[in-house]
């Protein structure tokens, strides 16, 4: 607070000094007959008019703009790409590097080694540090470091205070270009992954997944599935077998947020990436081929003592880039993916009390044919009314289409869910790189809107017609056989034919 005496003198000055060049007083009468001045008196505001019912509150019309990637792309060299997304509200650093390439064993009796590699790189520490002082390090600094190792992209993470992102991009080079494997922890891993498959089908989800795989698709190397016995026998050589050439990538796309600025980040990285030194694999790696189908419309079972009959209808779809991809994710929010807005949610739930959840989709995939499904749980005994009930309102929306309100709303809530992608700058980095490796074009969500605008009701007509064919679907169920001789003629699958050898 200032000091009033300091400036008291000062004040009485100027008071004075105004006082004594200020003319002279008048006198008593002259003063009492200037008139006083009225207070100005501000009109009152127009108080807002109350809507009488909130049916009729007016909100201004949504239009939503998405992120360019453009906008956050860098080129740091050749073949290594990334995006910068700067946020300095809180002093975080998020760093995700995707390495394009196979991680797939070339025998199956590789692949519980092959499942293990991306986590070992972490858990196995290396560079130098053994792997009880890495964890002890990034708990220190409340940092974590990341690994996994998949069939299309290897990828590291680091996430940390921005004051040590610069000694956590060291500590990630240290270890991923001389990991360690330690044998210790090697065999931790082995036991979790020997619990894991030993009680892989302890849910009806999980049974009703392997079931609706072993149904649909073709072996393939990408499906295999490893024994206990196989992950029992794993070796450290055997890990450092397989994992020579990862991280040696020809292409790198990396994404980073947070606390940063985007100049100073690309020279730091162009320095990180110069010094990334990873021998390629003696051996070249199989490349992954695509899931094929090998199916037969019909309905398959697993015999499992419950309740409640785990469900879920499928029938091959579209690989994206593909024309019937959004009018086909329109159809499919009106039939069942929005929810209670849906007309199976409404039908089979709603009015019939057969589900607590039913759900419709169309699958989005760059790299294989996806599938449309429609799924539920209902009671073993209400299972056949319950597809009847699914079934008719198929063919209702396939014959009439949706009502223009239905198409409206689905069209709204599809175009509004955009934002929720990007949500954080972390979000937002990883899916403008995620989206550059599967080759989606810088406009893909200015043209999503677009797109999904354009679809018109007798489009979601065809789509439900062509991709939610009772005919053409497989119905997995995994439910007591003896308790669904309603379903018709089903083919039982036995539990211990699941796994893909």
Not at 12 to 25: D, K, R
Not at 314 to 330: C, G, L, M, W
């Amino acid at each position: 607070m200032p000091n009033v005496r300091k400036f008291l003198p000062v004040l009485l000055g100027g008071v004075l000094a105004a006082c004594s060049s200020a003319p002279a007083p008048e006198t008593e009468a002259a003063v009492q007959s200037v008139p006083a001045a009225e207070p100005a008196v501000k009109p009152a505001a127009e108080a807002p008019s109350v809507p009488a019912s909130y049916k009729d509150v007016v909100f201004p019309e949504y239009r939503y703009v998405a992120p360019i990637p453009a906008d956050y792309r860098v080129q740091i060299a050749e073949g290594i790409s990334g995006y910068v997304v700067s946020d300095r509200s809180l002093p975080l650093v998020n760093l995700t590097v995707y390495f394009e390439e196979s991680n797939l064993p070339a025998t199956v009796k590789d692949e519980a080694a092959s499942e293990m590699i991306g986590s070992m790189f972490r858990r196995g520490a290396g560079g130098g540090m053994t792997a009880n002082a890495l964890d002890d390090s990034l708990e220190f600094i409340s940092a974590s470091l990341s690994t996994s190792a998949g069939t299309f992209l290897a990828s590291f993470g680091i996430n940390c205070l921005s004051k040590d992102y610069t000694s956590m991009l060291d500590l990630a080079k240290k270890v991923l270009t001389a990991p360690a494997f330690d044998k210790d922890q090697l065999e931790i891993m082995k036991a979790n992954y020997v619990t894991a498959y030993e009680r892989r089908y302890d849910t009806p989800a999980k049974v009703l997944s392997a079931l609706k795989s072993k149904v649909n698709y073709a072996p393939n190397a990408r499906l295999w599935d490893a024994t206990a016995d196989e992950y029992k026998k794993v070796s450290v050589d055997d890990v450092k077998r397989l994992a020579e050439g990862v991280y040696s990538s020809g292409r790198i796309v990396f994404a980073l947020s947070g606390d940063v600025d985007r100049d100073s980040a690309v020279t730091q990285l162009k320095e990180f990436f110069a010094g990334w030194k990873v021998a390629t694999p003696k051996t070249a790696k199989p490349a992954p081929q695509p899931l094929s189908f090998i199916r037969k419309p019909g309905i398959y079972v697993v015999d499992k003592d419950i309740s409640q009959a785990n469900i879920s209808m499928s029938q091959p779809f579209v690989k994206r880039p593909h024309p019937d991809y959004y009018p086909t994710a329109v159809a499919s929010f009106i039939l069942g993916g929005g929810s209670f807005t849906s007309r199976l949610m409404n039908r089979v739930r709603s009015d019939e009390g057969l589900a607590y959840s039913i759900y419709s989709t169309a699958g989005n995939d760059y790299r294989d044919t996806a599938m449309t499904t429609i799924a539920l749980q209902t009671k073993v005994e209400s299972a056949d009314y319950a597809l009847k009930l699914i079934f008719e309102e198929v063919e209702k929306l396939a014959k009439d289409g949706p009502t223009a309100e239905e198409l409206e709303q689905a069209k709204k809530a599809i175009v509004e869910s955009l934002p929720s992608l990007f949500d954080s700058p972390e979000a937002t980095a990883q899916i403008f790189a995620k989206d550059e490796l599967l080759g989606k074009k810088q406009s893909h969500y200015v043209d999503f809107v677009n797109e999904v605008n354009a679809v018109t009701a007798e489009q979601v007509k065809a789509m439900v017609a062509k991709y939610f064919d009772k005919s053409k679907m497989t119905i997995s169920v995994v439910g007591p056989v003896a308790k669904l001789e309603k379903l018709g003629p089903f083919t039982v699958v036995p539990l211990d034919s699941l796994d893909f050898r």
